[in-house]
């Protein structure tokens, strides 16, 4: 295999897809990279374009630095915004978007669950009534005796009043810890309605109104936490409720989960609403029926970025791979149908699906690809929505061709991992709590916990940062938290699964592992589940002992091939709650050396974290390693100490 080609992956089967594809003559996000270079002004936030006057460029004086004072004067757009107010707002606008998407999604999701309260959708239930009642009670609605149908309703419809909130606190924001809450209200960025800040942070960041980049930010922070204690918590907790909280799961990832001898169909993209349905519709008898009338022994699911997520954690469903990988289960040749619903879908699949006989099936009046068939998704006749979609992948087996190719590559994992499940796992059924993981960050055998995840990223080697960094984190006696793209890496790569702790882990958090029988690398979820990772943080907050914030926690947050707008607004919000958060590929801001010196310090004072950024994964690990000891330290406990137990005498002179 060309040096050139073992670059662009570290994943065996992934590398051998590119190779056919290079002989099926298809063009994939690994060439057309190769071609186009990013703009570097682009690149590093100094380009604007929120008006006809421009677009402006305003980079930064190419080989003699420092700048002068009259050269900064100048350095500016048509309309007078410095490099400061322009990278400030393209950044913001970035993390805009992300909550949007997040947010969307945890709007389409509330939407369902009213109608599945009033009753007016078949192929749907309430899966989790424990997690309704709580929601219910956060959102003051009456429960009583009354049908479980109705409470879902009226959650429903406050969980939607939480978009337009016109002014006062979100919800949520209560979840945070006590010091927390007080940080964003000392800052005014306690968010309102999700729509609302986002609105406002378009309306600011228009020609002419907002020009002070530390104001700018702010609004992107309110933004993000709109997102991280709003949207993305209402999708997370809503289709608990809807499709049940997820509990360990085994499963396989990699292109190797395709099967030749079955009608092979990837589910991809973010929302579970069709897809739940699909796993129904696969094993009706009418479509079985057709899949064995057209030759094929059954109907082989299989799910595609962060709708596969959803999908393992609360069915076993296999996962083809991670965002660098849609392209690749086309190009296997064996994939019959590839339905997509919303974000992170390349518009490349139909054209690549061309040179094979995949039907690309969109279903989101909010997402159609021209080149792909559109099956107008809709939850009111969700199971016909969802054969009709399956029938067309029965209809495209009959037209396989003879360029298949499935790599024998296939990895076990445990994922399903739920903030519910590891307070179960670690303090038990009627002891549920995160006591015993404080203990253990307490005495030392795990030294703290890190958030790593997002994307990969086409302009560096695909998941090499992930396994690095989660590997280097897990010697070091790290748990490592993990959703999205950056699971399915850990995942192909054998780190979730318990044997992995003897294998990689040093010596205090495989004792834990082992104990628990848990991976010491914890699938948590989709992109919209960074949530869990939020309320996992303030859970140890409130079991005590490490602090009374989460900026007090030994904890850290990374993503180091991220490439979505979202992955910016989680970090911003991981940030904005207090996790030190290290991003690697490339950061949009270093136009602007203020604007970045604000997010890389600045922010340390007012949130008491800040970003980083380093592009080698082990240094980035090594910097959250580093946070962590120097959290251990201001708690006292950087030193490893047995848990002492303590007798009656011990107890009274306490
Ligand atoms: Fe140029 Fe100002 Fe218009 Fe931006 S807003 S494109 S800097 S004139
Ligand atoms: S799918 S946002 S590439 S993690 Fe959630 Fe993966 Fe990033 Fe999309």
């Known amino acids: 295999m060309a040096e050139k080609t073992k670059a662009k992956s570290i994943d065996q089967a992934s590398l051998q897809m590119i190779e056919k594809a290079s002989c099926d003559g298809v063009n994939l996000s690994f060439d057309r990279a190769s071609a186009i270079k990013p703009c570097p002004i682009g690149e590093v936030g100094s380009c ?13 004086p190419k080989g003699k630095a420092p700048e002068t004072p009259e050269e900064k004067r100048k350095r500016r757009g048509v309309c007078g915004a410095t490099a400061e107010t322009i990278a400030a707002r393209n950044f913001v606008r970035m993390i805009a978007a992300g909550a949007a998407a997040h947010s969307d999604h945890g709007r389409s999701v509330a939407e369902l669950l009213l109608a599945v309260g009033r009753g007016e959708v078949s192929g749907y239930e309430i899966r989790d009534e424990q997690k309704l009642l709580a929601l219910a009670m956060d959102f003051g609605v009456e429960i009583g005796d009354r049908p479980i149908a109705e409470i879902a309703a009226d959650v429903a419809q406050k969980a939607l009043a939480e978009f337009g909130r016109h002014d006062g606190e979100s919800t949520f924001i209560k979840r945070a810890p006590l010091k927390r809450q007080e940080i964003w209200r000392k800052n005014g960025v306690v968010p309102r309605g999700i729509d609302r800040e986002i609105v406002e942070l378009m309306h600011r960041t228009h020609a002419g109104v907002d020009m002070e980049y530390h104001n700018i930010i702010q609004q992107g922070i309110r933004a993000s936490l709109a997102d991280g204690w709003g949207g993305s918590m ?19 990832i990699n292109l190797g989960v395709f099967k030749e001898d079955e009608v092979n169909v990837i589910i991809h993209g973010h929302e579970p609403l069709l897809s739940e349905v699909i796993v129904a519709a696969a094993a009706d008898p009418e479509i079985q029926a057709l899949a064995k009338k057209a030759g094929a022994k059954g109907i082989n699911l299989a799910g595609q970025c962060c709708t596969a997520n959803e999908i393992l954690m609360r069915h076993g469903i296999p996962l083809a791979g991670n965002f660098l990988q849609q392209e690749l289960s086309l190009v296997t040749g064996a994939c019959d149908a590839m339905v997509v619903d919303v974000q992170c879908i390349m518009e490349s699949l139909p054209d690549v699906a061309q040179c094979y006989h995949t039907k690309i099936i969109t279903t989101s009046p909010k997402a159609k690809i021209t080149g792909a068939v559109h099956i107008d998704f809709d939850e009111h006749h969700a ?3 969802a ?8 209809e495209a087996y009959t037209h396989r061709g003879k360029k298949i190719q499935i790599p024998e590559c296939k990895t076990d994992l445990v994922a399903g991992f739920s903030h519910e499940t590891i307070n179960y796992m670690l303090g038990g059924l ?6 015993p993981l404080n203990d253990n960050i307490i005495n030392g055998r795990i030294r703290g916990v890190a958030g790593v995840v997002g994307c990969n990223n086409v302009r560096v080697t695909h998941n090499e940062a992930h396994v690095a960094m989660v590997k280097e984190l897990i010697k070091n006696d790290v748990l490592v938290l993990q959703t999205g793209c950056s699971a399915m890496a850990s995942a192909m790569a054998g780190l979730m699964v318990p044997e992995a702790a003897k294998q990689y882990a040093g010596a205090g958090l495989a004792s834990v592992c082992e104990t628990v029988g848990m991976p010491p690398v914890l699938h948590l979820g989709s992109c919209v589940d960074n949530s869990r990772i939020l309320v996992a943080a303030t859970a140890m907050v409130k079991d005590g002992g490490l602090g009374d914030d989460v900026s007090d926690l030994p904890v850290a947050g990374a993503a180091p091939e991220w490439f979505s707008e979202k992955a910016l607004t989680i970090g911003q919000y991981f940030v904005a709650s207090g996790v030190f958060t290290v991003f690697g590929a490339t950061w949009p801001t270093t136009g602007s050396p203020e604007v970045t010196e604000h997010l890389f310090g600045g922010l340390e004072k007012m949130y008491g974290a800040m970003w980083a950024f380093e592009n080698d994964p082990i240094k980035a690990a090594q910097m959250m390693i580093a946070h962590i000891d120097k959290k251990r330290q201001a708690l006292g406990i950087s030193k490893a100490r047995e848990r002492v137990l303590f007798d009656m005498a011990m107890r009274r002179e306490l």
Do not use: H, N, W
């Open 48 to 60: 604007c374009k929120v008006c006809s006057m421009g677009p402006c460029r305003v980079p930064l």
């Open 234 to 252: 209402i999708a997370t907790d809503l289709q608990d409720v809807l499709f049940g909280t997820p509990s360990p799961v085994l499963g396989q």
């Open 383 to 385: 199971m016909e929505r």
């Open 387 to 394: 054969k009709d979609v399956l029938k067309l992948a029965i």
């Open 430 to 435: 009627f002891r549920a709590s995160y006591r």
